[in-house]
């Protein structure tokens, strides 16, 4: 089955805890992306990725980082949660830039 | 002046009726729009892309872009309670490969 899948579905840490959030495809699609979705603020993307070894920021960026390693795999990594980053994330993928996004099912982190 | 703007909601509707979802976009430069459903606590899911002027239509789906006004809109016939949920709105960045902007959404109740 086509998919995205993410892991965990469902985290709670404390603040200053490293912490990796996992998105898989098995579509062989090129493009990639995390999204953080709060009340009230709507879909925000954190970063994208065009292919491997490429990255781009999207519009909220600050305190996340990524890698594209290999085509499947686009890790979202906070290396020192914060509250402010408690929201539900969204990983997708799709052919290309101009394509449509498959979503993944979501993860919602909460930092203390 | 938002860069994807939407009103809303919650937009009720009568079950049969047709469901006129607005969408305006701040870069006149832009080219590519999309129409993402969100179902409660689900991921958002594609429902029509557009790229030119005019519409497009998929079922009982109407996408409609007006570029010289800078507008996008959704029109959906005989809505159906399976139709409520959010709707959003997303518009590329000009520039960019994969820069998404999503509006923060529009919320349809369809009333049996």
Not at chain 1, 27 to 50: A, C, F
Request: glycine letters at 8%.
């Amino acid at each position: 089955e086509a998919q995205v899948t993410q892991n965990p579905r469902y985290l709670i840490t404390v603040t200053g805890k490293k912490l990796t959030v996992t998105c898989s495809q098995n579509m062989n699609h090129e493009y990639m992306s995390w999204y953080r979705q709060d009340p009230g603020l709507g879909l925000r993307q954190i970063y994208y990725s065009m292919n491997v070894e490429v990255t781009d920021k999207g519009d909220v960026p600050e305190g996340y980082k990524v890698s594209r390693k290999e085509k499947r795999n686009f890790p979202l990594i906070l290396e020192s949660p914060s509250p402010n980053q408690t929201s539900l994330y969204f990983c997708a993928s799709s052919l290309g830039g101009e394509s449509e996004q498959y979503f993944g099912p979501g993860t919602r982190l909460t930092v203390t | 002046q938002k860069e994807v703007e939407q009103n809303s909601g919650p937009l009720s509707v009568p079950e049969g009726a047709i469901a006129s979802l607005n969408c305006t976009y701040s870069d006149r430069g832009s080219q590519s729009f999309f129409w993402y459903r969100q179902y409660s606590g689900k991921s958002p899911e594609l429902i029509m892309s557009i790229y030119s002027n005019g519409d497009k239509e998929d079922g009982r789906f109407t996408a409609q872009l007006n570029k010289a006004s800078q507008y996008v809109s959704l029109l959906i016939r005989d809505s159906q309670p399976s139709d409520s949920a959010t709707y959003l709105c997303a518009v590329k960045r000009r520039g960019s490969q994969g820069n998404l902007i999503f509006g923060k959404g529009t919320k349809l109740s369809v009333k049996p």
